[in-house]
C-alpha cells in the first residue's frame, strides 16, 4: 500500500527566508507523487506533481520539489517566502488513480 | 475553461438525515474521486466513479454511496447521518489514464 508522510505539522518561515516542507513516501512501484496547497475555507489546488519524466519538478507560485528515490522523499522548496504562501500544503502519492494524503503541513509566514 | 464546481457550498443537517452532494467535472474528464476531509486532517479518499460504476472505494460504511450519470456528473450520498460525518468534502476530477486529480472548492457539512 502507498502512503505519505509529512514531517512537522506546522512550520514557520520569515518573510524572504527559504521555504522548506517535508514529504517522504512509500510505495511499492515507480509513484505519482504531488503536492497541494489549501488556502481557508477552499479546495485543494495542485502545485506540482512528480510523473518520472524529471526529478527536480517546479511548479506555480515559484514552488519546486526534488524527487530522491534513495531517500524516498519528496520535499517541497521555495527560495524566498511570501506572506501570499501562507496555506495549508498536503503531499500526495498515486498509483492507478488511489491518491493517498500525508496530514498537512500548515505554513505560516511571518512579516 | 471551467474547472471541477461543487454544489451546495455549505450545508447544515441533524443526525439521522441525509444528504446529497452534486460535483461537475473538470471539462474533459471521465472520472471522478470523492474526499473527506475532516478538520484538521488530510483528505480521505470515499470512492472513485468511472463510466457510471464505482471503480475503488476507500474504508467507508455503506452509508456512503454514490452515482455517476452519462455527462460524468456526479453524487455523493451519506445515509443516516452521524456527528462524525461533519468534514469538508471534496471532489476531484480527472481522465482515467492520468494520475492528476483536480479539485473543486468543497462542501462544508455540518451535523448537528
Known amino acids: 500500500a502507498q502512503s505519505v508522510t509529512q514531517l512537522g505539522s506546522h512550520v514557520s518561515v520569515s518573510e524572504g527566508a527559504l521555504v522548506l516542507l517535508r514529504c517522504n513516501y512509500s510505495?511499492?512501484?515507480?509513484?505519482?507523487l504531488f503536492w497541494y496547497v489549501q488556502y481557508p475555507n477552499q479546495g485543494l489546488q495542485l502545485l506540482l506533481k512528480?510523473?518520472?519524466?524529471?526529478?527536480l519538478v517546479k511548479g506555480i507560485n515559484g514552488f519546486e520539489a526534488e524527487f530522491k528515490k534513495s531517500e524516498t522523499s519528496f520535499h517541497l522548496t521555495k527560495p524566498s517566502a511570501h506572506m501570499s504562501d501562507a496555506a495549508e500544503y498536503f503531499c500526495?502519492?498515486?498509483?492507478?488513480?488511489?491518491?493517498?494524503f500525508g496530514a498537512g503541513t500548515r505554513l505560516t509566514v511571518k512579516p | 475553461d471551467a474547472g471541477v464546481t461543487q454544489s451546495p457550498t455549505h450545508l447544515i443537517k441533524t443526525r439521522g438525515q441525509q444528504v446529497t452532494l452534486r460535483c461537475s467535472p473538470k471539462s474533459g474528464h471521465d472520472t471522478v474521486s470523492w474526499y473527506q476531509q475532516a478538520l484538521g486532517q488530510g483528505p480521505q479518499f470515499i470512492f472513485q466513479y468511472y463510466e457510471e460504476e464505482e471503480r475503488q472505494r476507500g474504508n467507508f460504511p455503506d452509508r456512503f454511496s454514490g452515482h455517476q450519470f452519462p455527462n460524468y456528473s456526479s453524487e455523493l450520498n451519506v445515509n443516516a447521518l452521524l456527528l462524525g460525518d461533519s468534514a469538508l468534502y471534496l471532489c476531484?476530477?480527472?481522465?482515467?489514464?492520468?494520475?492528476?486529480?483536480?479539485f473543486g472548492p468543497g462542501t462544508r457539512l455540518l451535523v448537528l
Open positions: 500526495a502519492v498515486s498509483y492507478f488513480n488511489d491518491m493517498r
Open positions: 476531484a476530477s480527472s481522465l482515467v489514464a492520468e494520475e492528476t486529480q483536480y
Open positions: 510505495s511499492s512501484v515507480p509513484p505519482y
Open positions: 512528480y510523473t518520472s519524466a524529471a526529478t
